[in-house]
């Protein structure tokens, strides 16, 4: 079964220090990776996806995505946080053969305090 | 802006009366889901039209339906509701599903109240 993992429920990041928000994703064939971001009582938002090519791709307000097929991870990074990346953040998993459904990791609340 | 309009924005319904959420898109996208979400959890997946083809998530109660009369509405209806529905509800829409690069574009969500 197509699944991907965020271990941590919360992080907390000083404003400008770096932040990563962990991902893990267990899939059959290729993975296609996404990451969106949720503000409070707000929609889903693409920041950035990786198909093929690039292991590192960039995305949305200043975030990047490293994905490592060896640990079969996919981790958001930001060099210099800031307070307005306080959001949700859920990592998913596109299952084409499922009617192209995402599949959403339980998500990481991210604060970023000045 | 093409977007994804979600109506209304904030729902309150008595246990056990049927109530209809509404999403529009002026994206023209061949795909059109919806997923539930309770508070600070993972979206879950009910159902998602390809253009006039219905699919039904295995999981979804019969207690959820959705109907889209045309390529730019779909509905979701919740026949008699329970307090354990009472979430936020997201349409996203996405322009193919054949392959596995396309984003999905979502709606701001209806957040359903159970009374």
């Known amino acids: 079964a197509q699944s991907v993992a965020q271990p941590e429920d919360q992080v907390n990041v000083a404003e400008g220090n770096p932040l990563t928000v962990k991902c893990t994703y267990s899939v059959s064939g290729n993975p296609y990776l996404f990451w969106y971001v949720q503000y409070p009582n707000r929609g889903l938002q693409f920041l950035l996806k990786y198909i093929t090519g690039d292991n590192l791709v960039k995305g949305s307000y200043g975030f990047e995505a490293e994905f490592n097929k060896s640990q079969t991870s996919f981790h958001l990074k930001k060099p210099s946080a800031l307070v307005s990346d306080s959001a949700l953040y859920f990592c998913a998993v596109r299952v084409y053969n499922q009617g192209g459904k995402l599949i959403f990791g339980q998500g990481t609340e991210l604060s970023v305090k000045p | 802006d093409a977007m994804v309009i979600q109506n209304p924005r904030y729902q309150v319904t008595q246990f056990g009366k049927p109530v209809t959420l509404s999403c529009s898109q002026t994206?023209?996208?061949?795909?059109m889901y919806w997923y539930q979400q309770k508070s600070s959890q993972a979206p879950k997946l009910l159902f998602h039209?390809?253009?006039?083809?219905?699919?039904n998530e295995a999981d979804t109660p019969d207690n959820f339906q959705s109907r889209r009369p045309n390529t730019s509405f779909c509905f979701l209806d919740i026949r008699s509701p329970g307090l354990g529905d009472a979430a936020m509800y997201l349409c996203?829409?996405?322009?193919?599903?054949?392959?596995?690069?396309?984003?999905?574009?979502f709606g701001s969500g209806t957040q359903l109240s159970v009374l």
């Open positions: 994206l023209n996208h061949n795909v």
């Open positions: 996203a829409t996405s322009r193919d599903r054949g392959t596995g690069d396309e984003k999905l574009f």
């Open positions: 039209y390809y253009d006039k083809d219905f699919n």
